[in-house]
Nanobody, 127 residues
Framework: QVQLVESGGGLVQAGGSLRLSCAAS????????MGWFRQAPGKEREFVAA????????SYADSVKGRFTAFRDNAKNTVYLQMNSLEPEDTAVYYC????????????????????WGQGTQVTVSS
């Protein structure tokens, strides 16, 4: 199993950008698909993005398509979420997730699909 630590959250004005990072422990990072979820106060945790083991394939929630980009650096055991054109509705705690031994992103939207989770990082977008 990998252990995940997110960073990069903070306070930003609407229209601004942030880049989140998720560092993973272990030497098998490249065998995991990685995902990003978020949870706003009083709401359920929702899917944001996912990326394949190689980084070639990605999947995004409709609400972030065209604004957010997930990418990874397997040499650094890190996955990133570049967030542009941020909106107040993007305010949430952002979590990264990992799942081993699978190649498909087909069920990436499903919270129960993921095996490991980070502790989360707060993103606040002011209007």
């Amino acid at each position: 199993q990998v252990q995940l630590v997110e960073s990069g959250g903070g306070l930003v004005q609407a229209g601004g950008s942030l880049r989140l990072s998720c560092a993973a422990s272990g030497r098998t990072f490249s065998t995991y698909i990685m995902g990003w979820f978020r949870q706003a106060p009083g709401k359920e945790r929702e899917f944001v993005a996912a990326i394949s083991r190689s980084g070639i394939s990605t999947s995004y929630a409709d609400s972030v398509k065209g604004r957010f980009t997930a990418f990874r650096d397997n040499a650094k055991n890190t996955v990133y979420l570049q967030m542009n054109s941020l909106e107040p509705e993007d305010t949430a705690v952002y979590y990264c997730a990992a799942r081993a031994e699978t190649a498909t992103l087909d069920r990436a939207y499903d919270y129960d699909y993921w095996g490991q989770w980070g502790q989360g990082t707060q993103v606040t977008v002011s209007s």
